[in-house]
């Protein structure tokens, strides 16, 4: 190669390689984090956030089992999935847009919130007994002498 041939590929990589550098830079630092971002929400569109949070996640579950089936198939991905196509001529608008039915999602974590303090009164429950048990057996003893 030529020595100017030289020098110009040397200024194209120094200055691509400073391009690329600036942005990685300027990514890492002007692009705030989750939580600085839900900090600086009002209250009101925070509490939604954190409200919906466990619903979004439950959607986001599903539609990875929706990706994982696709996936396993050999159909085409608008035959496979439960998500229906807007240009489908079978397609009604009122079907509900989400994966996961909010109602059913808030009656779901209730059901789980209640059983787990069944499951944790039963078990202060059985604690109680025991400690009922062993003072008893502990009295006795103490009259026995």
């Not at 009164?121 to 007994?129: C, D, G, V």
Request: charged share 35%; proline share 4%; aromatic share 8%.
């Amino acid at each position: 190669m030529e020595r100017g041939t030289r020098i110009i590929w040397a200024k194209a990589i120094f200055w691509s390689s400073s391009i690329v550098a600036l942005g990685f830079i300027l990514l890492k630092y002007a692009t705030p984090d989750s939580e600085k971002l839900l900090k600086e929400m009002s209250p009101g569109v925070r509490r939604q956030v954190e409200e919906n949070k466990e619903l979004r996640m439950k959607e986001q579950e599903e539609l990875m089992k929706i990706v994982k089936k696709t996936a396993a198939s050999k159909d085409p991905i608008w035959k496979t999935g439960p998500i229906k196509s807007p240009w489908d001529p079978d397609y009604k608008r009122t079907t509900e847009s989400s994966l996961v039915s909010k109602q059913k999602f808030e009656k779901m974590k209730a059901s789980e919130e209640q059983k787990a303090k069944l499951a944790k009164l039963k078990n202060q429950q059985t604690l109680t007994e025991d400690i009922a048990k062993k003072d008893k057996a502990t009295k006795s003893w103490f009259r026995f002498w």
